[in-house]
């Protein structure tokens, strides 16, 4: 039987549903970017920024789940051996399906609209005339080639600042393009391209992953990409040998 | 605790006599073992064996064999074989086939019982689980430190499809086959379910699929994850033949399954339980019953075709016949995202009846909580390219569906509001299936958020193909699904049994799995934020440490599971009697004698309301 | 809590069949169930038109129907041959869907059959002469599948190399067609045993002019496959 601290419960729950989410808020603006690599991109500036929104807007709600469970457990828990007797008969609350309903609807909305606008960011391209590159993926390496020159790599080098276009394809069976530095992911899938572009805006080493299962070596299927300035750039590709 | 039937003397079928009468899952395993050699010979002997896909077709041909022969070996077939020959059963017969006077012989045998059945299941869910429990452990034990210390690769590789398998057949069953089967006909106050032949073709045909899928393990050689993406299907080894034909068969045992509940459910209630009175469980039951009709069939022919490129060469998924791994996704997806919400929804429903009957009070807007359940089942069906976002299959399509997925949360988030509204001021009895209820709120809060980031195309970007995502669906699965699998379990084990599942157990158990799941699963979010990929079989030494925390997690996880194991069985004989009404609830499978008698009620009884008044006498005529 | 005697008297209902439950409660339970076997079965045919669709909408450019191979002789050939020249670009259309109608065709007039024999059952009472009916529907379902498997039979095989092998491969457009007609065969056998079933029951008397629900619900099956082989027909021939 609950005692007489029935107003209780719900102030304890209001201050611990403040305090949660106040420490969820916090993490949120300071984790993503200290969790995920370094942003290299405009991209990824763009996604953890999106990542910090949405944990700020989630952590409320993860914060009342979590106040009312442990108010629910700390008050509303029956003692003793005996049977519990009856709770109080709520069936309906119209009141409350509705508000839920709305606030739920309204903050999925937001969460919409926001990422519909960070996709439509990313989408947009700025550029015409980007550096295009064309990524092979075959078991279990990445290519690079150039055109425009002769020039074929297993390391990317990328200059800072120009908006780049990778063109992806595979060799064989599908693989997975990525460079979690600058939030850009796509299938290589054989037979067709696939694209994604974005602006390298920090000048630095980053590693490529594949993130679509590809057999046995795909857990080694790495290379090393570089971002370097226009200079360097221009140095290196000058300086790769030419295939006929 | 023997069952009531064992010594009655009335009008039972005579045992022995007949070969009939003499098959049970012995039978059906050397039926199944014959045919599959025999099947096998038959190709080897038709077949050039110097043909690309001599190695292929052998081994579709050996699974098809060994399916008929288990049918066969376990009866399945005796009756539409009789009925062909104008042959029906007689009412001697129909007991037989329910077990009448078989005592514990009739779990290992073609038993139409439902509640024989759902036991079955218990078995079943436990066997997948632990199969693909040992192969988790087996696969954490190998990401414990970077390198390939414990297994190679080419063995770790074909562990994360058997394991991903082997768990989603578990989950998929793992509240509908037991509960759904053993409580739904008894809550609508039937005697059986509608079609009782059926539901046991659909347990033995499970066993039959499990039967394949285990043996992909001996022969190996797959290479690529559960989702069976192509092309890389085609480079696998025969095993991939032996874990497509396990899908293909599955299909057939969910088939029957869901149309077996939706018309138990529709037609067989008793006298007043009209839909408005039924436990909201029967809902969550037939709701994804429903959805796993729609679903499976995309399952059962896209491996079919991914059988058909490996075997015949044909070109669904090869681009140089034209063909594209895309339809191949596309297919799976269609089926790979009601599927998860198959899996869910039973674990939701049951959890909805534990929170009304642990806190003494209706279940909060049973509208709502049949209108959210209904709206997921029927969103989930727009939203499967949000597995693809990354695939560059088509981009303008990438906005709708992230509308959709995105709105998904909405029908979700009804849920919470539903279990809080129940819990919301009640008299929370703290038992087993109370707390592994309260460990599910706080993980499905988890798993549901961070559903929300992949939801994101921008996000997605970046963590798609990541451990982010594999801890996702493990907060659902592990965290959630299996969460809510224990509580009904724990609810209805002493409808079963008799008795209580050990409490003091049960919690150690809790505590293990729950700080378990929050140690493994968190520290492999971080792995995926900071860029490690999915499947991984080593990796790079800044992964190190948080794998390793996840690998130690999942030891934590694996202890709890196993003193739950040892709880349900020696619980079953040896745990605290229960009454046939332990929890003191209203609806219909607490008011028949524990364990039920065979087709439950001596008399149908006559509903006048819905089972979630507490404290009150509950009126029936 | 009562030892179970009640067996002596009270309903079974529950087993098979259910004779303590009346023979109209049982039919529109397995009535219900066909309509849901049909539901799973038109998602079925929906995920196969998709295919056939699918794989037709990516294929403008021209491997629909056409693979860079050799086409005329046998795989052995091949793979014995020496100085083959170049491959080519093989355009196959052998396998006309025009075939799919003539097996509609025969499923159609199987299922009309055992409409005709289902009416007249029911208003003749006469199971003798449904029972011939339900062979002759059965006789032409065989034909269906004889028929069926002769058009795969034809279907062009195309030798290709794929990676680093020789195999005789099939176009996109062959393969999503022989799954299609795979399919159907399935569908086809299942109406024979189920027309086989008929046959023997009716003329053995379990299925009368009193008896007759089972008849109707075979029926109901059979004219789904018969509408499904129409819908399949229809989109191959259309679209192609």
């Known amino acids: 039987m609950t005692t007489s601290n029935k107003k209780n419960p719900y102030r304890g729950m209001f201050l611990t549903w403040l305090v949660l989410t106040i420490a969820g808020v916090i993490v949120s603006i300071y984790a993503p970017s200290r969790l995920m690599p370094r942003s290299m991109s405009d991209n990824m500036h763009l996604t953890v920024l999106t990542m910090i929104v949405f944990s700020v807007a989630a952590a409320p709600v993860a914060a009342g789940i979590y106040a009312f469970a442990i108010h629910a457990l700390r008050h509303w828990t029956h003692k003793g051996e005996a049977v519990p007797a009856a709770g109080p008969v709520v069936r309906e609350n119209a009141v409350v399906v509705t508000t839920w309903l709305l606030v739920s609807t309204l903050l999925t909305v937001f969460l919409l609209i926001w990422g519909l606008g960070a996709l439509a960011v990313d989408n947009g391209s700025s550029s015409k005339n980007p550096l295009v590159v064309d990524v092979t993926g075959q078991q279990w390496v990445w290519s690079f080639s150039y055109p425009g020159t002769h020039v074929q790599s297993n390391e990317l080098y990328l200059p800072v600042g120009r908006e780049v276009e990778f063109r992806v394809t595979s060799d064989d069976i599908t693989h997975g393009f990525w460079i979690a530095n600058m939030g850009v992911q796509v299938d290589a899938n054989a037979g067709t391209w696939t694209t994604i572009h974005t602006t390298p805006n920090q000048l630095g080493t980053f590693d490529i992953r594949c993130t679509q299962f590809c057999g046995l070596n795909h857990a080694f299927m790495v290379t090393q990409g570089h971002v370097v300035t226009a200079q360097q750039f221009t140095t290196w590709l000058d300086s790769q040998p030419q295939r006929a | 605790m023997t069952t009531t039937l064992e010594h009655t003397t009335t009008d039972a ?218 092309p890389i299907a085609n480079q696998a080894g025969v095993g991939m033949d032996f874990f497509a034909m396990a899908v293909v068969v599955f299909t057939v045992s969910t088939t029957v399954a869901g149309v077996n509940t939706i018309c138990t459910v529709l037609t067989m209630r008793t006298k007043g339980m009209t839909l408005a009175r039924l436990p909201i469980f029967v809902w969550g039951a037939i709701i994804a019953a429903a959805l796993g009709l729609y679903a499976f069939p995309y399952f059962a022919l896209v491996e079919a075709q991914t059988i058909m490129d490996r075997t015949f060469n044909t070109s669904f998924f090869v681009a140089s016949g034209g063909g594209t791994g895309w339809l191949q996704a596309n297919l799976f997806w269609l089926m790979g995202h009601p599927e998860v919400y198959v899996i869910l929804l039973p674990a939701v429903a049951a959890l909805f009846e534990i929170a009304s009957v642990m806190a003494r009070k209706p279940v909060f807007s049973y509208r709502t909580a049949i209108a959210g359940m209904t709206g997921l089942a029927g969103l989930s069906i727009l939203v499967w390219a949000h597995h693809m976002f990354t695939t560059g299959w088509a981009p303008t399509l990438g906005g709708p569906f992230m509308l959709t997925t995105e709105l998904i949360s909405i029908p979700t988030g009804l849920f919470f509001l539903v279990l809080i509204g129940t819990l919301w001021r009640g008299n929370i009895w703290m038992k087993l299936p109370t707390i592994w209820m309260f460990g599910f709120i706080a993980n499905f809060i988890i798993a549901g958020v961070t559903g929300i980031y992949l939801s994101d195309i921008p996000i997605d970007n970046q963590l798609h193909g990541t451990m982010f995502v594999t801890a996702h669906f493990h907060y659902v699965f592990v965290g959630s699904v299996l969460f809510g699998a224990v509580a009904a379990l724990a609810f209805w084990y002493p409808k079963v049994t008799g008795r209580f599942l050990n409490e003091f157990q049960g919690r150690i158990a809790f505590w293990l799995a729950f700080i378990g799941v929050q140690v493994t699963f968190l520290s492999m979010f971080l792995s995926g934020l900071r860029g490690m990929p999915r499947r991984y079989s080593s990796y790079a030494l800044i992964f190190e440490h948080t794998n390793f925390i996840t690998t130690v997690g999942a030891y934590m996880i694996m202890a709890g599971m196993l003193v739950l194991l040892g709880a349900v069985i020696t619980s079953w004989n040896k745990g605290e009697p229960a009454g046939p009404n332990p929890w003191h609830a209203n609806s219909l499978e607490w008011m028949v004698p524990t364990p039920p008698p065979l087709e439950n009620f001596t008399v149908l009884p006559v509903i006048t309301e819905d089972p979630y008044n507490y404290g009150e006498e509950l009126v029936r005529s | ?169 099939y176009t996109a457009y062959d393969s999503a067609m022989m799954v299609i007609i795979g399919s159907g065969i399935l569908h086809l056998f299942i109406l024979a045993f189920l027309g086989l079933g008929l046959t023997i029951r009716s003329a053995r008397g379990v299925i009368n002019g009193d008896k007759w629900y089972q008849a109707r619900l075979v029926r109901m099956f059979w004219v789904w496959v018969a509408i499904s082989a129409v819908i399949g027909s229809l989109v191959t021939t259309t679209i192609h």
């Open chain 3, 1 to 169: 809590m009562s030892i179970d005697t009640h067996s002596a008297h009270d309903a079974h209902g529950a087993s098979e069949g259910g004779h303590h439950e009346a023979p109209e409660v049982v039919d529109g339970r397995q009535r219900m169930g066909i309509w849901l076997f049909i539901g799973g079965d038109i998602i079925t045919m929906s995920a196969l038109l998709f295919t056939y669709l699918y794989l037709r909408g990516v294929n403008t450019g021209g491997h629909w129907r056409s693979m860079v191979g050799y086409i005329g002789h046998s795989y052995s050939y091949y793979q014995n041959a020496t100085n083959l020249p170049a491959p080519s670009l093989v355009h196959v259309s052998t396998l006309s869907a025009g075939l799919n109608w003539s097996v509609s065709a025969i499923v159609v007039v199987s299922a009309a059959i055992i409409w005709a024999a289902e009416r007249g059952l029911r208003a003749s009472k006469n199971a003798k002469s449904y029972s011939t009916l339900a062979a002759v529907a059965t006789i032409v379902t065989v034909l269906a599948i004889i028929f069926s498997i002769v058009q795969l039979r034809h279907i062009p095989q195309i030798y290709v190399a794929v990676n680093d092998s020789q195999t005789m491969s």
């Open chain 2, 13 to 230: 079928a005579p045992l022995g006599g007949g070969l009939a009468r003499r098959q049970n899952m012995a039978t059906a395993l050397v039926g199944g073992v014959l045919f599959a050699w025999l099947f096998w010979f038959l190709a080897h002997h038709f077949l050039d064996a110097s043909s690309r896909n001599y190695s292929d077709l052998v081994s579709v041909s050996l699974t098809i064999g060994w399916i008929i022969g288990f049918w066969l070996g376990i009866g399945a077939l005796n009756a539409p074989a009789r009925w062909m020959m104008g042959r029906d059963n007689t009412h001697a017969d129909d007991m037989y086939l329910a077990g009448q006077n078989q005592g514990k012989a009739r779990y290992w045998k073609y038993c139409t019982d439902h509640k024989v059945v759902g036991v079955q299941y218990i078995i079943m869910t436990m066997v997948l689980l632990g199969a693909g429990g040992i192969l988790a452990m087996a696969i954490r034990t190998e990401l414990i430190v970077p390198g390939n210390h414990f297994v190679d690769q080419q063995v770790y590789n074909g562990f994360i499809a058997v394991h991903g398998l082997l768990m989603i057949l578990a989950l998929i069953v793992a509240v509908a086959g037991p509960w759904g089967n053993f409580v739904v006909p008894i809550m609508c106050g039937a005697r059986d379910m509608a079609f009782p032949r059926l539901n046991a073709l659909s347990l033995w045909t499970l066993v039959g699929a499990a039967g394949l899928l285990l043996t992909t393990l001996a022969v190996g050689s797959l290479s690529m994850g559960w989702v069976v993406l192509e």
